[in-house]
């Protein structure tokens, strides 16, 4: 199972760090990748990380605001958001996948974690 959590409101410019922990002894056998989703519009996916950290994906819209990082020790991953503009309003959801890619669906999610709510405000 995966929860992710560290969501809430924030005003434009600032940071949110979101946290995905996930249960179990195989957590470090998975790429992880995160998906936001805001009302009418359909799942993106915002970026991944492999199993070992040495890969990581972002979509454009966020690169060099967001970072994912994990820490396998404590079967955790985190998505730190910076500069948060109002269109990253969205409920932000992580997932496991056995096989990398950096495109959805090709990021075949073998597990989906509960979604957080990021408000960002303007």
């Known amino acids: 199972q995966l929860q992710a959590s560290g969501g809430g409101l924030v005003q434009a410019g600032g940071s949110r760090r979101l946290s995905c922990v996930a249960s179990g002894r195989t957590f470090s056998t998975y790429h992880v990748g995160w998906f936001r989703q805001s009302p009418g519009k359909e799942r993106e996916f915002v970026g991944a990380?492999?199993?070992?950290?040495?890969?990581?994906y972002y979509v454009d819209s966020v690169k060099g605001r967001f970072t994912i990082s994990r820490d396998n020790a404590i079967n955790t991953v985190y998505l730190q958001m910076n500069t948060l503009v109002p269109e990253d309003t969205a409920v932000y959801y992580c997932?496991?996948?056995?096989?990398?890619?950096?495109?959805?669906?090709?990021?075949?999610?073998?597990?989906w974690g509960q979604g957080t709510q990021v408000t960002v405000s303007s």
């Open positions: 990380i492999s199993r070992t950290g040495d890969r990581l």
């Open positions: 997932s496991a996948s056995a096989r990398w890619a950096i495109t959805y669906p090709a990021f075949n999610i073998d597990y």
